[in-house]
Each structure stands twice: as C-alpha cells, then as structure tokens.
C-alpha cells in the first residue's frame, strides 16, 4: 500500500505525465527552444520561477494530491473496466450477439486506437470547457488558474472534486468506447501502444506535453495550431486575458471548430493568474482544498434567499 502512495511513482509511470523519459524529452526540447531563444534564458533560469510562493505550492499540492487520490478519490471512482462490460451487456440486451466481418485484426487495433485517443481528447475539451462556463465549476476550477507561475506540477493543482470529474470522464469515454467495440468486434481488441500507453498520447506526451506548464514559449506556427495544441497555447490559456480559449488537450481541432481558438501568433505579453482580489484566497493547501467548497456554498446560499 506504501508504494501506491508514493509520489515518485508519478516519475515511475508511463501513465502519469511527470514520468521520467516524458520530462527528460520535454527538458531536452526547452534546452534547444532556449539556445534558440536566448531571451527567455533569463526567466526559466531564475531561482525566482523556481521558488516563487505559487511553485512551492505546487510542490507541497502535488505530494499531498498524490496520497489523497489513492485514499479518496480512487475508492469512490468506478472503472472504465465496469463501464465497457455495461455497454456491452445492454447493446447485447438489445440487438443481440453482433460482430463486424470483414476488418483485419491490424485494422480493428487501429481503429479502437485512434478512437479512445479522440473520443478521450473531445470529452476533455468539453469538460474543461464546462468549468469554465459553468459559475459553479469555475469556482473549482480557479485553483489551477490561480498559479502565477508555471511548472510542471501545476497540472497536478486541480481541486478533488474537478479529480473527481475528470476520473469520471476518463472511466465513461473509455468504457463507451470499450464497450462498443467489444460488441462489434469480441473481447480480443488491442490497441498499438508504447509501454502499455495509448501510441498516440504516448508520442504527445514525449513531444513537451510537460512544457505546456512552463514558460517555453514554445508555439506550432498557425498552420498547425489548428490541430495540435502547442505549449505555448496552453499557456495563453493560463493568461487572463485569453481564459476562454484553447481548451484542448492534445488536439486543437475542437477549439477550432467550436470557436475558442487562439493561435500563439502576436500574444507576446501574459498575464497568468485570476483577478488580483481573488489571488489571496489561494495561498496555502487549506485555501486550495476550502476557499472553493465556501464560495459555492455562499453562491448556492444566495440563489435560495433570492428565491425564497
């Protein structure tokens, strides 16, 4: 049970997005961009990047989140394992014993690998979109927009409950999606993947995912851009001024389709963070875990005075 809880599995797993050879791709990358571009040495180099209040929180937020995901939140998440034996039981229910001819083995492996990729990346835009629209969501959400300062334990500085959500996306997309093909297609299916990781999240991630949550000003060019979400992008959205926009994981094109895109193209100056009055409610731990349970509360607390 120990090494469940053990932060330095996160370095260990292929899964998680701090694993070693996913950070030495991305420090290798930031080192080239760097000689490149001497003029972001000063800042990415600075102790004050890597000491700020806002990093060292990040720090102490991630150990804790990694004990609290196992204890918690893992116990009271169902599986994508469960969702797929469902699927499969009521489309069995309903139509019968069903299979798809005519697909060579290699096709079907290609096929259910590209979909769990895509379908995964379309249900997390539009959650991470919900957050952001919804007032009630946004108020969890704000804990990883509090960050002034980026590094690549911020993508851990996610309130519990938004965890919790985002376990449940995973658990439901990929189960569906499961689920579907182990009706059409028997129980054999596969995917092509590197180190038991999907080939295509695998290869996103070895190509800087870690250095969206830096500051490698790192951009595609606009023709690109379209499709694939660049570091540089995420980190727009990170600024206040351009908050509503790309909400994409590894694929630009939702953000495209559905109006939310912004092309790193002429965003020079960033402002990261929420609104200066909101910043002191995200100082410490406690205020991470608290300050958005409270708000909601009072949010909810005046709709019922109101309708009362």
């Known amino acids: 049970m120990l090494t469940e809880i053990n932060p330095l599995e996160y370095l260990l797993s292929p899964n998680k997005r701090i694993y070693w050879i996913f950070l030495l791709s991305s420090l290798l990358i930031a080192l ?21 209040p806002s990093a060292m929180l990040d720090y102490g937020y991630f150990v804790f989140m990694a004990f609290f995901k196992v204890l918690v939140i893992l116990p009271i998440l169902f599986g994508a394992k469960e969702v797929a034996l469902w699927v499969n039981s009521v489309l069995l229910d309903q139509y019968g014993f069903t299979r798809l001819e005519g697909f060579s083995y290699t096709q079907i492996m290609l096929m259910f690998t590209i979909s769990l990729f895509v379908i995964s990346d379309f249900t997390r835009y539009w959650l991470h979109r919900w957050l952001h629209a919804s007032p009630i969501l946004w108020e ?156 909601i509360f009072n949010k909810f607390k005046r709709l019922f005075k109101v309708l009362s």
């Open 32 to 52: 080239a961009y760097l000689w490149i571009n001497p003029r972001d040495r000063r800042i990415n180099f600075s102790k004050k990047l890597w000491l700020h």
């Open 140 to 295: 969890l959400h704000k804990v990883h927009h509090s960050a002034k300062v980026l590094n690549p334990l911020t993508f851990y500085r996610v309130h519990p409950i938004e965890s919790l959500l985002f376990g449940l996306r995973y658990a439901l997309s990929i189960g569906v999606v499961t689920g579907i093909f182990i009706f059409f297609f028997g129980a054999l299916i596969n995917i092509y993947d590197i180190l038991g990781v999907n080939i295509l999240a695998f290869v996103f991630s070895l190509v800087g995912s870690n250095l969206r949550h830096s500051h490698i000003r790192l951009g595609f060019g606009e023709k690109f851009e379209k499709f694939l979400i660049s570091p540089y992008q995420h980190q727009i959205h990170h600024s206040k001024h351009h908050v509503d926009t790309n909400f994409g994981g590894f694929l630009a094109i939702w953000d495209w389709i559905f109006g939310t895109l912004t092309l790193s193209k002429g965003v020079e100056c960033l402002k990261l963070g929420i609104k200066t009055s909101e910043m002191k409610n995200f100082r410490n731990i406690q205020n991470l875990l608290f300050f958005p349970i409270f708000s």
